[in-house]
């Protein structure tokens, strides 16, 4: 697939001074409680966010909406949990990126922690690939897309975006 750079850039613009306000107001929203996600092992999606990202489980609770299920919670820091499901018994199938569904989820993390991770994601194998110098992409054990962002909460490659 091909794309006009300039058609992209002039539709992003329109977008842009249409829709963003000058004088945004606030929020109805108090924040991000949770972004659920579905693993397909519990034991192995708590070993890579746990001990490999340094995201603390918080809790593990039954799933209410569906017998069998459990739903565990990690700490991804300012109050925000990232929470896992899992279907027992259930064959579920493989990660894919579909329309309306998940791209990836960003995680701020300071520049010390960020190059820390980095270690830790090489030291265990897993395909990375870092962009702009404070952008590190890979998946998780279920492909599910994530990056860890060196930049600070509502700023991205430096430009505020909040």
Request: net charge negative.
């Amino acid at each position: 697939m091909t794309t006009d750079r300039a058609a992209t850039d002039a539709r992003r613009t329109d977008i842009k001074q249409r829709h963003v306000l000058t004088h945004r107001p606030s929020s109805s929203a108090r924040g991000l409680h949770h972004v659920a996600l579905i693993c397909s092992d519990a034991e192995r999606t708590i070993r890579f966010y746990q001990e490999l990202l340094e995201f603390p489980l918080t809790e593990v609770i039954e799933n209410p909406d569906h017998s069998g299920s459990s739903r565990f919670f990690f700490d991804a820091g300012s109050g925000n949990l990232l929470a896992f499901v899992d279907f027992p018994g259930i064959d579920l199938e493989p990660y894919r990126e579909v329309l309306g569904g998940l791209h990836h989820v960003v995680i701020s993390v300071d520049p010390a922690t960020w190059e820390r991770l980095r270690g830790k994601l090489e030291a265990a194998g897993v395909p990375h690939q870092v962009e702009s110098g404070a952008s590190l992409h890979f998946k998780d054990p279920d492909g599910a897309r994530l990056e860890l962002l060196a930049d600070h909460l509502g700023e991205m490659h430096g430009a505020r975006v909040l």
